[in-house]
């Protein structure tokens, strides 16, 4: 039996957004009145259907430069596209 990934494939999208009521990040900080991003892992259907989302990760501004300090390819490696600057 294939994989899900082998049939379908993946697009994660990653937005930058501004938190209007209360967030918590996955790092268990709260969030409001900032900005903060969200990467979403997202399968596109088979005959163009809607995409089904698979997860989501919300991070600080912070937290979202540290992973991509972290992980210098992380365009490449999860295809990632990064937010612009805050500043």
């Known amino acids: 039996m294939k994989h899900i990934s082998a049939i379908m494939s ?6 930058e957004k501004w938190a209007v ?12 009145g900032r900005k903060y991003i969200r990467v979403q892992k997202m399968y596109s259907g088979l005959a163009g259907e ?29 295809g990632r596209s990064r937010p612009r600057p805050w500043y």
Not at 21 to 32: A, Q, Y
């Open 10 to 15: 993946s697009v994660v999208e990653v937005k």
């Open 21 to 32: 009521w209360p967030i918590t990040t996955d790092s268990g900080k709260l969030i409001w």
């Open 50 to 78: 809607m995409p089904i989302p698979i997860w989501t990760e919300l991070y600080t501004t912070n937290e979202w430069t540290l992973e991509q300090i972290r992980n210098p390819n992380i365009n490449d490696r999860r």
